[in-house]
């Protein structure tokens, strides 16, 4: 069941002739189908460009990207395939007055997080003040104990933030959901602007773009800015699971853009709660670790013992101050999406301030009153398991069977903790160059800020698009592509 | 660098030199066949088999073996599973190789694992063997001319050369045992001139040979040449030499001090070559002798693993970190 278009539509020339609106905010086109102002740079040049240029030009950075052998890995793929990164050739334009208000409100939400991190791991004064209730925080999965009262380096809880937006129907973006843990994609926003300059180099540089190869060293230089106090020349790594984790390509590519070593568990040595790397000149001291490895397999002695990914003894040396991680442990009792729902009231608790980024309706299955209208609506609604990322554990309700809708009903009955509910939610469509036409698909942003010494978030983000007609998963891992975003330098 | 991204190039290169030394050696001894069933062509089995301390019987045939040192997964010194390991290696270690290399080791993985043995055994086996060596030949002409000549890259020369000086010195001993010679026979004409050919054609030196002893093969010169040789790519001593280097500079790169037990290992075998005589070594145990430097390279191995790649923390934290602590 696709969600009907239910409007006149415009009639357009072509490569625009399949082009369709509906109640979802339409990137490039206003309610009267005329282009809105950043775009229309875009769509004359798109109405000028012979239909096989556009295509070869798309076909040029399929190859690009393959040649540079930008992949991903989906699970459950077969060793040694991995899939050529689906990237959409038309940019995503957002205007400096749009991104004033999103590095705002991403700057406020951040800052709020890391206090409420700070308060829930020690004081509690939210909790005892009744703002967000003790037993969602304890019954979160997330939540680690161990933590309780370890000392942060500059209470940097979450130094690296990829918190995914939409823009709703009236043309505000709103806060879909935090990823506080091991967020992914930057280096696709990387790879996607490098492709951009070289098949559009024209059109790009008719825009006024803002550029965003900075991340690189502003990533660097947060982790600096969190080593250990005392030590001169810091030793930063990024800890990686290795070559068959989905994200390796970033890994490698990001160790590679900051000049950092990309270690794996088993290069990593604790003694007397330091932490070394075995290199052929000797045990070399670290200091700062960029993790990509989940909580749970991060030191076999303190979480999952089965864990061959981690480093025995890594939290003592972390609790004892020796070594700084990036993200530390626990943060994602902060992006559950349960506790999400309550990130206004967060902001508002700790900072006196209205937030400036709205959060999307959510419905608690906890709470009873929720559960109740979210079972009887289940195929109005999104359903999704509070802890999981990747569009994973989600039911989307118009576009479920009943068998799948009944296999909800039983998981939230069993476990109503571990579901939150929203609205299907028509978020805002983007043109995509599809067989050889240009039709609107569903797009999401995901900034990625970081949290050092200042807030540094680059302009844009990852784009992500759902590639298929009608569909509103963008995830990779479930068929979704990507595009460059461009944020436009202040008019002159 | 980590010691687990040197220890996988070390691999990634004596896998790639073990298949092509079985390569080189199939090739030769399918080829010899054709041109002489004779006697001496099971006794030419017999040495390969040794030499490679494969445990199969000459009477299974000349398809099951060559099957058994190509094709078969459940053989780990086949080709097809040195190619394997050798990717597989080169795959974790991938951001060290250009990316020349890593497209090159791929296809070649992707060409043996594709290929059956019906396929060649009807055609020819002679060329899908020589695609086999020069795909390797084109890894390390991309190795020298694509990669930086640094760290990662002597530790791929060690491992190449230090497995060629091994297996150069198990082919001899394999063929001694096979073709004995009496120790006053050793200036003569051998009998089973053409095995003696096929031992230079499978070192890739009978033409190296000939430019320097003309095609008169004699035993004493043959052993000469393969064990003493100092410009023969790959003579014992040569490979040595190469070895020798590649450790050298690897001590210079990480300023170690205490790379003292691997050096003089390597520099006391460099030295036995450089400075032995032909005629001592003949008068003495030749099968002593070439097993000795086959326990050396072992030697050579374990000494390469305790001061670079599995030092234990206590030798790493008291000797040498007072700058890196």
Known sequence: MIIPETRGQPSLPSPFSSYTLDEAFDEMLDASGQPRPPYLELYNRLLEMPPETLYQRQQAANTAFLNQGITFTVYGDNEGTERIWPYDLLPRIITSEEWEKIEKGLTQRITAINLFLKDVYNDGRILDDGIVPRWLIYSCKHFRREMRGVPVPRDTYVAVDGTDLIRLADGRFAVLEDNLRVPSGVSYMLANRHVMIRTFPALFGSYGVRPIDHYGQALFNTFLSLAPAGRVDPVIVLLTPGVYNSAYFEHAYLARQMGIELVEGRDLIVHDNVVYMRTTAGLKRVDVIYRRVDDDFLDPLVFRSDSTLGVPGLFNAYRAGNVTLANTIGTGVADDKAVYSYIPAIIRYYLGEEPILPNVETYLLSNEDHRKYTLEHLDELVVKAVGESGGYGMLIGPYSTAAQREAFREQIIANPRNYIAQPTLNFSRSPCIIDRQIEPRHVDLRPFVLFGEHVTIVPGGLTRVALQRGSLVVNSSQGGGSKDTWVLADAP | ?325
């Open chain 2, 1 to 325: 660098m980590l010691s687990r991204v040197a220890d996988s190039l070390y691999w990634m290169s004596r896998y790639l030199e073990r298949a092509e030394h079985t390569a080189r050696l199939i090739d030769v001894q399918l080829s010899q066949m054709l041109e002489d069933a004779g006697a001496d062509a099971d006794l030419r089995w017999q040495r390969l088999l040794r030499s490679l301390r494969v445990s199969l019987d000459v009477q299974t045939g000349a398809y099951d073996i060559t099957y058994s040192l190509i094709f078969d997964q459940d053989n780990p010194s086949s080709i097809v599973s040195c190619i394997a390991a050798a990717r597989e290696n080169a795959r974790q270690v991938r951001e060290q190789i250009s990316s020349e290399m890593w497209e090159q080791l791929n296809l070649l993985y992707l060409q043996v694992k594709q290929t059956r043995m019906e396929q060649i055994w009807a055609a020819e086996p002679h060329k899908f063997l020589t695609s086999v060596k020069e795909g390797i030949y084109l890894f390390h002409g991309l190795l020298d001319a694509t990669m930086s000549h640094s760290e990662g890259w002597h530790f791929i020369r060690v491992g190449r050369f230090l497995e060629r000086a091994t297996s150069t010195a198990a082919l001899l001993d394999g063929h001694f045992e096979v073709f004995p010679i009496e120790a006053t026979q050793y200036e003569s004409e051998p009998l089973g001139y053409l095995s003696w050919v096929g031992l230079l054609r499978s070192c890739a030196s009978f033409e190296a040979y000939c430019k320097v002893h003309t095609a008169v093969i004699r035993p004493a010169q043959v052993v000469e040449f393969l064990l003493l040789n100092a410009d023969a790519p790959r003579s014992v001593r040569f490979a040595c030499a190469r070895m020798q280097d590649g450790l050298q500079a690897i001590a210079k790169t990480t300023n170690t001090r205490n790379s003292g037990r691997v050096e003089r290992l390597t520099g006391r075998l460099r030295a036995s070559l450089d400075y032995y005589q032909i005629d001592e070594i003949l008068s003495d145990d030749m099968h002593e002798y070439l097993e000795s430097i086959q326990r050396q390279c072992v030697l050579i191995h374990s000494g390469l693993y305790q001061v670079y790649l599995a030092y234990p923390i206590e030798v790493a934290l008291t000797s040498r970190n007072a700058a890196h602590a």
